[in-house]
């Protein structure tokens, strides 16, 4: 596993369930092309997992 991920936000969260709405901002995403870095963890790629149609994940 990498150290560290590059998520980005690519699409809106308009009209997704409220579980997707959580997870996106739990992850430190508001808008659409923020990025954030996160340290790669089991929970973290359960996360991703769950609005992968949403996000680009970049291994750092």
């Known amino acids: ?4 991920l590059k998520i980005t ?3 809106s969260t308009i009209g997704e ?3 997707t709405r959580a997870t996106i901002e739990s992850l ?6 923020q990025s954030v ?3 790669d963890s089991p929970s973290l790629r359960g996360m991703v997992f769950r609005a992968k ?4 994940v970049e291994e750092i």
């Open 17 to 19: 369930k409220p579980k």
């Open 28 to 33: 430190g995403l508001r808008k659409i092309r």
């Open 1 to 4: 596993m990498a150290k560290t």
């Open 9 to 11: 936000l690519v699409k």
């Open 53 to 56: 149609h949403l996000l680009e």
């Open 37 to 39: 870095e996160k340290p």
